[in-house]
């Protein structure tokens, strides 16, 4: 028996995807937990009992890039006294502990690292990002500011040919675009659109095979949307369908429906929850 896309479920979908990265943090080190935790004192017991200060953890994330990530300054100073690399990028998508704490907006735990040698300009494995361009990228003006202050390079280009304020463009965020532009930030012209409303179906497409988790998300956001507004939206999926399996049904019928290449992601978006959970 079919229902109204659960608006919650949406919802919840949304947050699940913020923390997915704690929903995964299982069957931890004692020094990985501790710095995910900020337990100083359970850090400090664990190094001086020869625990080695760079241990890492299944995906070689080490304790330090957890502890920048989560905002744990008082852990992130116990690691680097004990030694821990500043700048590790053993994990394979090459994050550095800075990238973690701009990505997050930790400004006093990416000004403690660039006190300690943190390379500002070290670029990701996984497109050639910078700390400047993550900070950019999640709207995390202090760090901005921060990495400006330290001579970061404002204009360094990623692997698909974009910078700081190009990310910053796709948020449509001034302010930080306005800080960029007057350190002499420019534009390469490969800024994205920010949402599926100002965005081909074609971009979408492009986009979705790029970033699999905000691709997840904005099919949660409309179909959040169509729940919002059923009388309008004519859209009626199973209760508790996972938007994962949503997004992939929603995804195969666009490459399906070519004539929908030049229209917005948006409507066709909702043209697909339309043919596929239409309600009965």
């Not at 690691?79 to 800075?98: C, D, I, R």
């Not at 910078?130 to 990228?137: E, N």
């Not at 990495?147 to 948020?171: E, G, P, S, W, Y």
């Not at 675009?177 to 965005?199: F, T, V």
Request: aromatic content about 6%; proline content about 2%; some cysteine.
């Amino acid at each position: 028996m079919r229902s109204r896309f659960n608006l919650g479920f949406a919802c919840l979908t949304l947050l699940t995807l913020a923390l997915s990265a704690s929903a995964s943090r299982a069957a931890d080190s004692p020094l990985i937990a501790a710095a995910k935790a900020g337990n100083v004192a359970a850090a400090t017991k664990l190094l001086a009992g020869g625990t080695d200060a760079d241990t890492a953890d299944s995906d070689n994330l080490t304790a330090l890039n957890w502890a920048a990530y989560d905002g744990r300054l008082a852990v992130v100073k116990l690691l680097v006294e004990h030694g821990a690399k500043v700048n590790v990028q053993a994990n394979k998508s090459g994050w550095t502990p800075l990238m973690n704490a701009s990505a997050q907006g930790f400004a006093k735990v990416a000004a403690y690292l660039l006190e300690h040698g943190a390379d500002i300009n070290a670029h990701s494995k996984d497109g050639g990002y910078t700390a400047l361009m993550y900070a950019a990228r999640k709207g995390k003006k202090a760090v901005v500011l921060l990495l400006l202050a330290h001579d970061a390079k404002v204009n360094d280009i990623c692997d698909d040919k974009r910078t700081a304020l190009d990310f910053a463009d796709t948020q449509n965020d001034k302010a930080i675009g306005a800080a960029l532009i007057a350190d002499g930030g420019k534009r390469h012209g490969n800024a994205e659109p920010a949402s599926p409303s100002s965005m081909t179906t074609t971009q979408f497409l492009t986009k979705c095979a790029r970033d699999s988790d905000w691709c997840r998300m904005q099919v949660s956001i409309d179909a959040a949307s169509a729940a919002w507004n059923t009388a309008n939206s004519h859209v009626c999926a199973p209760a508790g369908l996972d938007t994962g399996v949503m997004k992939g049904a929603i995804l195969d019928w666009m490459r399906a429906h070519p004539e929908t290449a030049s229209q917005t992601a948006s409507s066709t978006m909702r043209a697909a929850m339309q043919a596929l959970w239409p309600c009965r």
